[in-house]
């Protein structure tokens, strides 16, 4: 029988506020920002560079398929998990020496791209793209394990808060900032690739938040129960096993043991859990790779889309996150992810009446301002959800899994949204992905029914 907490036992507002003064929610509000940042310079900020350099809807929509990386991330994050980095990880232990090698060189591969021009060589300036969505995903495989061990459950929720206000404000930086510089030394509306490259630049030195904050940062103390057969404890004066048993008891360990652990916790209602993984977002997502190509097929200047971008953005990013965090310290997760995934599908339906009437500022105001606010309460509430599916003897790979399947399906079908928009246009188009999410409303509800009895 479902039971429900009184409301005299919820804090108040004020009591649940104060947790953001925690020193360990003000880290990951830094690796937020380092996480945030590369995404949309791989993503929606490329496709703006991309178009205005004369590339193809279409081939844009196939670009986008760079930004996979994230969502096969699971492959590679039981190595990221268990493996240490010789010398890193004796110097700033194994979850740190992974941050600076990933932030590293999602650095130079992001000055690489500014080095590259999509109209000479589209091929060098794809490997950039690829290497930076690699490394992007190496690290967000990290700052989610780090996240998960370095604090207990309660914390989880305002830790998550706190890494999505970063990591939203780092995506105005990579987004309406980077489109800011580009308009600033553009000195028509013609395309500049030296502009670009410039605002490029830019974006490699703004990783330097992420490797600050990797060296004042505490190494999680969590310390794995699992043992392999050459602990000390384990081989107590025994002779060392050979390299089989070693190898076998570490992929049980690290890859095998990660998934079953999945299963056996959640029976029967496991797969329903991946169901929403993997579609919760595809709303979002969907329409995303085409919103800046829609901004330059509309007639908007990059300035204007990076000023509303900034005030607003920033505004209702703040607003998103923060009262995603509070809301889900005084309602279930499930009520919050609901509601979070039910403003999406309403932002895009918005897209949808802008394309049908035209160029037209306010509404553009008011797009921005809801696609922030909405996706900074969908986000926290899905971050704080897969956390707690996780188990911390494998924080990195289940998380890894979980948010890889997030990813997987709807990147996918993203790539296909240029080819969808030249056959029936910017209105089907929006409203159709607004359409995909309404499932997502009724997967809600049943597992909240479920999983809460």
């Given amino acids: 029988m479902r039971t ?9 507002w004020l009591e649940s506020s104060k947790i953001y003064l925690e020193k360990r929610v003000a880290i990951l509000f830094f690796f937020g920002f380092s996480a945030g940042l590369p995404i949309l310079l791989v993503f929606s900020t490329l496709s703006f560079w991309l178009r205005e350099a004369g590339v193809s809807r279409a081939s844009i929509g196939f670009f986008s398929w760079i930004a996979l990386a ?28 992974w941050l600076l090698l990933s932030q590293v060189s999602i650095t ?16 060098l300036f794809a490997i950039c793209a690829l290497i930076v969505a690699y490394s992007s995903a190496t690290q967000d495989i990290v700052i989610d394990a780090f996240r998960i061990e370095s604090a207990p459950e309660k914390f989880q929720a305002a830790m998550a808060a706190a890494y999505m206000t970063g990591y939203r404000l780092a995506m105005i930086m990579a987004g309406a900032g980077s489109l800011a510089i580009a308009a600033w030394y553009s000195d028509s509306q013609a395309y500049q690739l030296s502009a670009w490259s410039i605002s490029y630049f830019v974006m490699a030195a703004c990783m330097a938040v992420g490797i600050i904050t990797t060296f004042v940062a505490e190494e999680p103390k969590y310390k794995s129960t699992l043992q392999l057969p050459t602990d000390p404890e384990v081989l107590k004066g025994e002779p060392k096993p050979s390299f089989v048993v070693r190898f076998r008891a570490w992929l049980e360990i690290a ?5 079953s652990d999945f299963f056996q916790r959640y029976g029967k209602h496991a797969l329903l859990i991946l169901l929403l993984i993997g579609t919760y977002r595809i709303s979002d997502i969907v329409m995303g790779i085409m919103a800046n190509p829609f901004y330059v097929d509309m007639g908007y200047s990059k300035g204007e889309v990076a000023a509303i971008s900034k005030v607003f953005g920033v505004i209702m990013t703040l607003a998103g996150a923060g009262l995603g965090g509070i809301l889900l310290t005084r309602y279930s997760t ?22 049908f009437v035209g160029k037209d500022l306010t509404l553009l105001t008011l797009i921005i301002s809801m696609d922030n606010i909405s996706a900074g309460i969908a986000t926290t509430a899905f971050i704080t959800y897969i956390s707690k599916l996780t188990n911390i003897e494998f924080s990195a790979t289940q998380y890894a899994l979980f948010s890889s399947m997030m990813l997987l ?12 928009v030249d056959s029936f246009g ?28």
């Fill in 4 to 12: 429900k907490t009184p409301v005299l036992d919820k804090p108040s």
């Fill in 409 to 420: 399906f709807p990147k996918f079908i993203a790539g296909f949204s240029g080819v969808y």
């Fill in 70 to 97: 994230y969502a096969f991330k699971w492959v590679w994050s039981p190595f990221v998990d268990r493996l240490s980095i010789p010398i890193l990880t004796q110097w700033l232990g194994r979850r740190r020496a």
């Fill in 255 to 259: 890859i095998v043991a990660p998934f």
């Fill in 334 to 355: 499930y009520s919050i992810l609901f509601l979070g995934a039910f403003l999406v599908v309403v932002t895009n339906l918005i897209f949808a009446v802008l394309a």
């Fill in 426 to 453: 910017y209105v089907n188009f929006f409203v159709a992905s607004a359409l995909i999410g309404v499932p997502v409303l009724g997967l809600i509800i049943v597992l909240k029914k479920v999983i809460e009895e």
């Fill in 108 to 123: 130079l591969a992001i000055i690489g791209m500014a080095m590259s021009d999509p109209q000479q060589n589209l091929t």
